[in-house]
């Protein structure tokens, strides 16, 4: 039987094979993003008819390969608020009480909303395959509307982007006029579209549930495959180290990242460093017995010197893209007073790639990356050279010995050695 992906495949090399011919037989240039070829012939019906076809069996197509997370993480502005309203009234969840298809009508008194309103949410995120209508007229889930009625997470993630992401990206221009060059994580999309002083985190702590919000929809991005903790634990030489190593989390927040490492490799112990709000939450929570002896929670601002000297590995991770390569750097300067020969600052964090370099679909979501990080701290993610101009510039006697993105993972492993005898 032909699959869904596969009619939609050959009516789209239909549909192009059509404008192709149109094109051909009147004289007008092949379809093309070069800059000097016209676009006038979109308002002819023999073209505008074939041209919406293949847009629509390629948006459909984009929503089966990308599956329904990522139909609901790459939504448009609009199209993401429509989908806000769907979870603050509950709309998916609703749709599920009995069988996954009903009337607008029944919906809407499950929602206790007018029914108008609710027809014009559906119908406004149906053309992205949220939801779709049968003929009848009756409202049904698709794979993507389903993942918001039964995964909070998503939920939360959704209304995270509306509340806090999306207004701080859209304001990030306005910001960069206002502070030309500005390296303050207080000086951002963020500060002028929530109107504060403070630096996000900050900002978002002085309100009851948007930290939490913000925990609870990360989750999103931990339990994604490519950010499997088990890319850290098979691309780093634990083993080689000895008996009794010692890995410092900094800012580990509950371990989720070095504690796995302990499972595989019973020589080390780790020590998760953190603010203190988020040690406190962590550090009497209850650990397997084979590795319960081997990790502690302490408090550690890492502007502040590090005093846990000589551990074998410092690890970073997703820690430097949160900030502008001012505090990074500072970040980094803090360790250089506890590191022996031996030891190794272990930077685990996306390294950008250049255009072209990967899939689009990993280029556009580490570039989306990269504007959220601007817009929230004016952090950044960075290319392999911002790396090693980053490191340089923190100190010349640290020295990248790997630079890599494993297989797989979306983060890469950044492997930074100490040579004190270099020259400062
Ligand atoms: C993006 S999270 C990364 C957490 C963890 N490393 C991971 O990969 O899941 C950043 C962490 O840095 C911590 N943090 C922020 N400012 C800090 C500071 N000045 N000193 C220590 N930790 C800090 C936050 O509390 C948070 O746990």
Same mark, same amino acid.
């Given at each position: ?15 192009v ?11 007008? /240039?092949?379809?093309?993003? =070069? ?24 948006? =459909? @197509? #984009?929503? @089966? ?31 599920? =009480? ?17 029914? &108008?309103? *609710? ?24 794979? +993507? ?12 993630? #959704?209304?995270?982007?509306? &509340?806090?992401?999306?207004? +701080? ?11 030309p ?6 000086? &951002? ?8 002083q ?21 989750k999103l ?15 780093? /030489? ?5 008996? %009794? ?13 070095? *504690?796995?490492? @302990? ?13 203190p709000?988020? *040690? ?10 084979? *590795? ?17 000297? %000589? ?10 893209h ?11 300067r803090?360790?250089?007073p ?36 601007? +817009? ?28 890599? &993105? ?13 040579? /004190?005898?270099k020259?400062?």
């Amino acid at each position: 039987m032909t699959s869904r992906a596969e009619k939609l495949l050959r009516s789209m090399s239909e549909d192009v094979s059509a404008l192709q011919d149109y094109l051909h037989s009147h004289n007008l /240039p092949e379809l093309s993003i =070069e800059e000097d070829v016209p676009f006038q012939f979109q308002t002819n019906p023999n073209f505008s008819t074939r041209r919406d076809s293949a847009i629509k069996a390629c948006r =459909e @197509l #984009i929503a @089966l390969l990308s599956g329904s997370l990522g139909t609901l993480v790459n939504q448009t502005p609009h199209a993401i608020a429509n989908t806000q309203a769907v979870c603050k009234f509950n709309i998916a969840s609703n749709l599920t =009480e009995d069988s996954d298809v009903t009337t607008y009508n029944e919906l809407a008194r499950r929602c206790r909303l007018p029914e &108008t309103e *609710i027809r014009r949410i559906v119908r406004a995120l149906i053309p992205s395959h949220v939801f779709r209508e049968y003929s009848d007229g009756r409202v049904a889930h698709t794979a +993507a509307s389903k993942l918001l009625a039964v995964d909070p997470i998503m939920r939360e993630w #959704i209304d995270l982007s509306v &509340t806090e992401m999306i207004p +701080a990206v859209l304001k990030f221009p306005d910001a960069m006029e206002m502070w030309p060059g500005s390296e303050e994580p207080n000086r &951002t999309g963020y500060s002028l579209a929530h109107d504060t002083q403070d630096m996000a985190f900050a900002h978002m702590a002085k309100f009851p549930g948007r930290s939490e919000r913000f925990m609870a929809a990360m989750k999103l991005f931990s339990r994604a495959p490519e950010n499997s903790p088990r890319y850290l634990v098979e691309n780093y /030489p634990w083993a080689a180290i000895g008996r %009794g190593g010692v890995i410092v989390d900094i800012g580990g927040s509950s371990g989720e990242y070095s *504690i796995p490492i @302990l499972q595989t490799f019973t020589n080390l112990q780790v020590i998760i460093q953190d603010l203190p709000e988020v *040690i406190g939450k962590f550090d009497d929570r209850e650990l397997p017995d084979n *590795i319960k002896d081997r990790v502690s929670f302490t408090v550690h601002d890492f502007f502040t010197k590090q005093p846990v000297q %000589g551990a074998d590995v410092y690890l970073l991770r997703w820690i430097l893209h949160d900030w502008s390569d001012t505090y990074a750097i500072n970040i980094l300067r803090a360790l250089i007073p506890a590191l022996h020969l031996k030891s190794k600052i272990l930077i685990n964090e996306h390294i950008l790639p250049l255009p072209g370099e990967a899939p689009v679909p990993q280029e556009m979501a580490l570039r989306t990356f990269d504007t959220s990080m601007r +817009a929230f701290t004016n952090g950044k993610e960075r290319e392999v050279s911002d790396w090693e101009d980053l490191i340089a510039r923190a100190d010349n006697r640290l020295k990248i010995e790997k630079i890599e &993105t494993p297989e797989g993972s979306a983060l890469g492993i950044i492997v930074v050695g100490w040579e /004190p005898s270099k020259e400062v």
